[in-house]
């Protein structure tokens, strides 16, 4: 078997379902990972020499499935609580699975992607309705420029290209000419809580890393901080970057201060909010209040991949003024020059799969009041792992979930909260994240944290622990079990540390 060809198509068609039944089973399975290597194990097995002569594709099979699935962390087992993005959602493997065999390229229209194009248009204007940015009437969408957005390969990559077009809108002319003035190219951030593909991105675009970071409280900006800073630094900079939902305690931003505070300071100030979580807020409208602001923003990053059960990797940059992705368009004759191919607007990327499709299957089978649903229920498991961290004595909960982040730090026996060992509590819940990973029953994620509430020690850099509510498949049995299993580990590291 080499290429689908009518006489071996039965076969080839009986080898793929029962691949999907094998995914299927790993998706359902309870544990995060069935076996368990360390990564220079891990090596050693799999990277190995090409052969000389080939295998049949069976035996191929037989070893992705024996060896290196049972190695992959699932996480949409209900044990994987550090992380929401499950690839679960039915509508959404079947979108994605149809993608892999239509085998369209987005780069063009015409020739390459004749529906496909249209499919990721809807797609990207019924984000854009989600988040209040307004759409053209679908008959006067004449070409990529009337849509307002692109989908990307993640968030990082839909930063990126806000960083271009914060880049393009404070020096005109700056892709063809080069960065003439990178003084100029500053952006804001909030201290300690910021993402660093934005970051990475004014690297990439030759900017230099030129962060300016604000002071928080409660994981959002220190407003008199910011107004002062924009006051400071008045024609250095090129953006500010607000989080719907930064990175570790998924809070929120201010969205219509920070908005209003830096028109006042520079209306010229590219506004670009980063709601890759955010974009929870839009399916409720229990959480819509949380975006108000956002639609005055200049550009909206979103990562569905995320918080819509949608499998890897989609994500999208939205603009408020469809027409300004013009700043950031290549031309080329080659194939994509017509009015509708998403290459001329696609920074970074050439060939371009149809990873929207996931999402359109997504977002029709639950329509807005599944989403609304699929909200309202990770809202209650988010509210029974808050209560639970509550109720137990030795944790400590570090935020106010603005969505479906609760993050917790374990606190050892007879621990002075007036002043604390902050050290020796970092040590442990260190241990403690160590332990889960070496183990691979449970899943939590962990990250540095500035205790901006002060429920611990004002400022403080932590090493809290993060639970997220997103998958549906968590019982409250099973936050009671990691929640047993967390203190059990903590009360022995608290021996030996
Ligand atoms: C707030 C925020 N922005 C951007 C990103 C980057 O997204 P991706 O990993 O999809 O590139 C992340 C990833 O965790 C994030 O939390």
Same mark, same amino acid.
């Given at each position: ?70 190695? #992959? ?175 570790? @305690? ?25 709601? #890759?979580?955010?974009?929870? #807020? ?99 498991? @988010?509210?029974? /792992? ?21 993050? /917790? ?89």
């Amino acid at each position: 078997m080499v290429l689908i060809t009518p006489e071996n198509r039965d076969e080839t068609v009986e080898l793929l379902t029962r691949l999907v039944g094998i995914g299927a089973d790993f998706k359902l399975g309870d544990g995060v990972a069935q076996r368990r290597l360390n990564p220079h194990q891990v090596r050693d097995l799999l990277v190995t020499e090409l052969p000389k002569e080939g295998r049949e594709v069976d035996s191929v099979v037989r070893d992705l499935v024996r060896h290196i699935l049972p190695l #992959c962390n699932n996480e949409a087992s209900p044990r994987f609580l550090g992380f929401g993005h499950t690839g679960a959602d039915v509508a959404a493997l079947a979108g994605g699975l149809l993608a892999l065999f239509a085998q369209q390229n987005l780069i063009n229209q015409s020739f390459a992607a004749p529906s496909a194009t249209f499919t990721e248009i809807a797609v990207l204007r019924w984000l854009r309705d989600l988040l209040g940015y307004p759409n053209p009437l679908v008959g006067d969408v004449a070409s990529v420029w009337d849509v307002g957005g692109v989908t990307t390969y993640g968030g990082t990559g839909s930063n990126a290209v806000a960083m271009l077009l914060a880049r393009e809108n404070a020096a005109p002319g700056t892709l063809h000419d080069g960065v003439r003035e990178p003084e100029r190219m500053h952006i804001v951030v909030p201290a300690g809580i910021g993402h660093y593909s934005v970051k990475s991105a004014l690297e990439w675009i030759g900017v230099g890393g030129r962060i300016i970071e604000v002071p928080t409280r409660g994981y959002r900006y220190d407003l008199a901080a910011l107004e002062r800073i924009l006051a400071e630094n008045k024609g250095r900079i090129m953006s500010v970057v607000a989080y719907t939902g930064d990175s570790r @305690t998924h809070t929120v931003e201010n969205l219509r201060a920070v908005h209003d505070l830096t028109r006042a300071a520079d209306p010229r100030i590219w506004l670009h909010s980063d709601a #890759c979580w955010g974009l929870m #807020c839009a399916f409720t409208d229990e959480l819509a209040d949380k975006l108000d602001g956002i639609a005055d923003f200049d550009s909206i990053t979103v990562d569905p991949h995320k918080v819509m059960d949608i499998p890897y990797a989609m994500s999208a940059l939205l603009v408020r003024e469809p027409a300004a992705l013009r700043m950031v368009s290549s031309y080329s004759d080659l194939i994509m020059q017509e009015d509708y191919a998403f290459g001329q607007v696609t920074p970074f990327i050439g060939t371009k799969e149809w990873s929207s499709l996931k999402l359109w299957a997504m977002m029709l089978a639950h329509g807005r009041d599944g989403l609304a649903e699929m909200m309202r229920k990770r809202l209650i498991t @988010t509210r029974t /792992f808050a209560g639970l961290v509550d109720a137990s004595p030795r944790l400590l909960r570090l935020n106010d979930p603005d969505m479906t982040a609760v993050v /917790f730090l374990y606190l050892p026996e007879g621990a002075d909260r007036a002043r604390p060992d902050v050290e020796r509590i970092n040590a442990i819940n260190k241990g403690i994240h160590q332990r889960i990973l070496d183990e691979g029953r449970w899943h939590f994620h962990q990250f540095s944290l500035p205790d901006d509430t002060g429920r611990l020690a004002q400022d403080a850099v932590l090493h809290p622990l993060r639970f997220m509510g997103n998958n549906q498949r968590i019982t409250e049995a099973h936050m009671r079990d990691a929640l047993d299993y967390i203190n059990g580990i903590g009360r022995q590291l608290e021996t030996t540390q």
